[in-house]
């Protein structure tokens, strides 16, 4: 029997690091996808497929070259990028439009080219996790801002929730799950709970997500966010 095989994006550092090593502490076969290695992701003896940039379709191509025709069991949208704007803090008088169109790029069409991409490799009781933001939530929005990073992961809630409905006739359930506020290189550290600690809390979510569940917007610890 073969082991679990994972597929993690950003993985080279934060949470997708932290993700590699709770999936090989539960004897998965974790690959690991990144743009550029890191000493800490080398160090993990893992397959690593590097050289992906999933803002481009170029990218995600040579990612299903790389991983051809084997059946991945969880596959886990972790890459994304943070660009702060808000109208208060405008120096210029404009918001910074190149900046909101690349965490787009990366944030929301970066998962479904890779979930597009790897389609063929997801099989009945397949799970595709994708990390969002409960800042991707309208409700939730009390603090405004961030216009980019916000809007971008809203749109990334929506695909995903699109993704449940699709795909559960093949038997392949969605997670959309906010990971915590983590304390990444993302935010300057400044979070309030460890890169570890919310990768073995995501992990926890995926091994719940069922074909019942699917499509729910999970905060990390549990708690069912609202859209």
Known sequence: MRKLRVVITGANRGIGLALCKVYLQKNAEVIGVCRNVTEALDSLNIEIIDGIDISLATGVIRLKKVLADRKIDVLINNAGILRSQSFQSLASGQLDYVGITEQFEVNTLGPLRVVEALYSNLVAGSKIAMITSRMGSIEDNTSGGSYGYRMSKCALNIASKSMAVDFKAQGISVAILHPGY??????????????????????????????????????????ILPW
Do not use: K, P, Y
């Open 182 to 223: 983590v304390q990444t290189e993302m935010v300057n550290f400044s979070g309030d709970i460890s890169s570890d600690l919310s990768a073995e809390r995501l992990a926890q979510r995926v091994d719940e997500l069922n074909l019942e569940n699917t499509g729910t917007f999970w905060h990390s610890n549990g708690e």
